[in-house]
């Protein structure tokens, strides 16, 4: 654990805060390496349903790496292979997560940050956020793999001018990019639709929102076709479960379900 990361649960939501506001909640090589700790506590904790991503203060969700640490860990080759490895691990434990993600994104959102938001199966703006891909005003590469995510999400074209252009967007653009799921006029009114979002999904049955995970990452598999019998023993894991029974008694007898994940 790090004194710039904040993790805390309440009634199965898992929320992890970027905590390095002198920054604007930049990750630095700390973070990164504490990361992937704090995620697998989200996987394997069978209390915690959703995990809600953010950024702490009223600047930034965050503004991608923390550059100010490049001239001592990423300021060649070998040293960035190093550091490529954190950020691929921490990448690895939020798009195998077989838990909804909520990104509860305001201010800057840029770089790293903008991953962050991409990898969520929901992103909730505030008014004043900014998107963007910086790297090509930093003389950085943007890799192929972080390159992929951008596609999956706006599509080839959008995605070739907001790498090669290093612009910021904002506003409408983000609903029109598909970026955004919705726009919400400050960050108290974001903080509200983020928890009901996120109530409403720990709500749900446990295994079928696991099912739908893993289906969403096996259909953009991009190493292999889809792995169908892992998606397949997801759906028979429902079709076995108590809550799948519970699930039709609810409906049965015109109540809400009470779903425990078995």
Known sequence: MTAFLRFEVTEGIARLTLDNARRLNAVNAEMWQA???????????????????AGAGDRAFCTGNDISEFDTIRADPEAADRYNGWQRSVASALQTLEKPIVAAIHGYCLGAGFEFALMSDFRLCAG????????????????????EKVVKVVGLARAREMVLLGR??????????GVA??????????????????????ANAP????????????????????DLARVKAAE????ASADYAEGRRAKAERRAPAFTGR
Do not use: H, K, N
């Not at 799921?181 to 720990?202: G, H």
């Open 35 to 53: 990361l992937p700790e704090l995620l697998g506590r989200v996987a394997t904790d069978p209390a915690i349903r959703v995990l809600v991503l």
């Open 128 to 147: 004043d956020t900014r998107i963007g891909i910086p790297a090509v005003r930093l003389g950085l590469p943007y890799r192929l793999e972080d390159i």
């Open 168 to 177: 910021q967007y904002g506003g409408d653009e983000l609903l029109a990019l």
């Open 181 to 202: 799921t919705q726009i919400l006029p400050d960050i108290a009114a974001l903080d509200l639709a983020v928890s009901a979002l996120a109530r409403e999904l720990a």
């Open 207 to 226: 295994l079928s929102l696991r099912a739908a995970r893993i289906a969403f990452a096996e259909l953009f598999r991009p190493d292999s076709t889809p």
């Open 236 to 239: 028979d894991a429902c079709y």
